[in-house]
C-alpha cells in the first residue's frame, strides 16, 4: 500500500493529511490560537470535589475548569519516592491521541476498579474525598481536549511518548501494545527493553507497535531522550505556581512525524523550508531510515491540490456522501451520537433486490470506515446499513466493517448487528471532529438545521400581539420582522392582518428590520 503525508504550514494553522493511494484518508488541523492540549502536564489546582460524581474538578489555568475523576486516580505505595509525585491512574492509556492500545480492553477492565473509587497501591479501593481536597495542588496531564461545553479532562498517571516508547515515571510496568500479537515477538521486546534500562532507573514503558522492529540502541536512544524530558518536568514541579503548563507536546509538523510515520511511508512532503528543517533534524535523532523520504515542497501549485486534498476536506463536511455505485451515506452528527443512513440512492443492481442491498452494503462498510478517520468522528456512532434477508450476507459486511476498521489509528469498539440491522461502535475521542474544527453552529437555527417557516412565525407574531393587547393598553402596534416574513404579512396573511386589527381595534404597523433572520421579530408598542 503507498502511503504518503502531506505537511501544510502558514503562519495561522498547520495541517497534514495522510493519503494512501491517492485517496485522502485523514486530516490533522492545528491552529496558532487553538492548539490542542491533550498529552500537556499542568499543576493544577482541585477547586471543587463532586461526592456525588466521584469527581474533581482542577484549576489548570484554562478558561474551564479540567474534570479528574477518582477512576483516573490512584496513589504509589511509596509516594516518598519523589515529593511531588502525583496521584497514579491504573488506567494505562498513553496521550496525544496515540493509536497504539497498550493493554488491551480486557486487561484495562481487570485493572480498572470500579468507577466510583480508585486503587491505592496495596489495591484498596479509596474514594475522592480520601484522595483529593478543596485546595490541594496536583500534578495532572491531559487526556482529553476540552469538547463543547465540557472541559478537559484528566489523569494524574504522567506519560511521556517517544518514537518508540512510552514512559510512566511514577509505575514500574512494562507494557507492549495489543497489535503485536506474537508471543515470542513480545517476550524478546520485554528483555531488549529491561537490557536498555539502567540499573536503578525508575518508571514503566509501554513499547508502541512501532517498536516492534526496534532495537535495542533505538530503545536507549528513545529512553536518554524520555529522561532529559521527565528531568525538565521536574524541575518546573517544584517551582510552578497552580495552573502552570509543566510540558507542552510537541508541534503537530513534529508529532506527526513520531506519531504517524511508519515503515510503509513513501514519502513526506512539507511546504515551509523551517519545518521541513526540523522534522529532519527530528529524523536524524529519532527515525534515520526516514530521513531521506522527507521531502521540501517549493512548487507554485498548493500541496494540498496534489491529491484534491482541499476538495475532499470540503466533501467530508457535507451530508451526503456518494457511493461510486450510485448510493449514498447520511452523516448526521449530534452532541449524543453520530448516525450514518445507508441508502442504495440511484443504484438498481443487475440482478435481484438482495444482491443489490448486498453490494449496497460492502461499499458503504468500506466509505464508512474511511469517513469515520476522515471526519474524526467518536463516541457513539450508529450505523443503519439496508435490510438484509441473507444472514451470510449481514455476516460479510460486518466482516468487511471490521477489516476496514483495523487500519484506523484510534481505537474502536464495535458490537453486533441488531435485529433492527443497526451496527453500534464507539471510537475513542480525544480531540474535536473535523466539523467542529472548521465549523461553527448557524447562527439563524441555532445548529437545529431546520428555520421556522415565515408562515410559522407570521402565527407567532399573531399570537404576540393578542397576548400584548390583553395585558397592555397601546394606541398601536409596530412589527419589526425579516423582509420575507414582512412580504408575507402583506400578501397571502393580509386578511389576517385585516381582521386581527378589527379584534383588538388598533392599528398594526409593519416594517423590514433588514439585519433580523426568518426567526426574528419585534411587537413594540406605541
Known sequence: ?????????????????????????????????HRGIVGNIYKGKVVRILPGMQAAFVDIGLARTAFLHASDIHIPKDNARDAQAPFLSPDMQTPQGEADTALSREAKSRERPSPATANDADG????????????QEIVVQVVKDPLGNKGARLTTHI????????????????????????????????????????????????????????????????????????SACREQINTAPPGA????????????????????????????????????????EFIPEVEDRIEYYPGERPIFDLYSVEDEIQKALEHKVPLKSGGHLIFDQTEAMTTIDVNTGTYVGKKNLEETLFKTNLEAAQAIARQLRLRNLGGIIIIDFIDMAVAEHRRQVLRALEKALARDRT???????????????????????????????????????????????????????????????????????????????????APSLMGLQEFIGKPIQLKVEPFYLQEQYDVVLM
Open 245 to 284: 503548563l509543566i510540558h507542552e507536546d510537541l508541534a503537530l509538523a513534529i508529532r506527526t512525524m513520531r506519531d504517524l510515520v511508519r515503515e510503509n511511508i513513501e514519502k513526506i512532503r512539507i511546504d515551509s523550508r523551517e519545518t521541513f528543517t526540523k522534522a529532519r533534524e527530528f529524523a536524524r
Open 1 to 33: 500500500m503507498s502511503e504518503e503525508i502531506l505537511i501544510n504550514v502558514t503562519p495561522q494553522e498547520t495541517r497534514v493529511a495522510v493519503v494512501e493511494n491517492g485517496v485522502l484518508q485523514e486530516v490533522h488541523i492545528e491552529r496558532a490560537r
Open 124 to 135: 484498596n479501593h479509596q474514594r475522592i474525598h480520601e484522595l483529593l481536597r478543596e485546595g
Open 411 to 493: 481505537k474502536v469498539y464495535m458490537a453486533e448487528m441488531s435485529s433492527l440491522g443497526l451496527v453500534e461502535l464507539t471510537r475513542k475521542r480525544t480531540r474535536e471532529s473535523l466539523e467542529r474544527v472548521l465549523c461553527e453552529p448557524c447562527p439563524a437555527c441555532e445548529g437545529r438545521g431546520m428555520l421556522k417557516t415565515p408562515q410559522t412565525v407570521c402565527y407567532e407574531i399573531f399570537r404576540e400581539i393578542l397576548r400584548e393587547a390583553r395585558q397592555f393598553g397601546a394606541d398601536e402596534y409596530l412589527v419589526l420582522a425579516s423582509q420575507v416574513v414582512i412580504d408575507l404579512l402583506l400578501d397571502e396573511e
Open 159 to 230: 506519560t511521556l511518548p517517544a518514537r518508540y516508547l512510552v514512559y510512566m515515571p511514577y509505575t514500574s510496568h512494562i507494557g507492549i501494545s495489543q497489535k503485536i500479537g506474537d508471543d515470542a515477538t513480545r517476550q524478546r521486546l520485554r528483555g531488549l527493553i529491561r537490557s536498555a534500562m539502567e540499573e536503578g532507573d525508575e518508571g514503566g514503558y509501554i513499547l508502541r507497535t512501532l517498536a516492534e522492529t526496534a532495537t535495542e540502541e533505538e530503545f536507549k536512544t528513545d529512553i536518554r531522550y524520555l529522561r532529559r524530558v521527565w
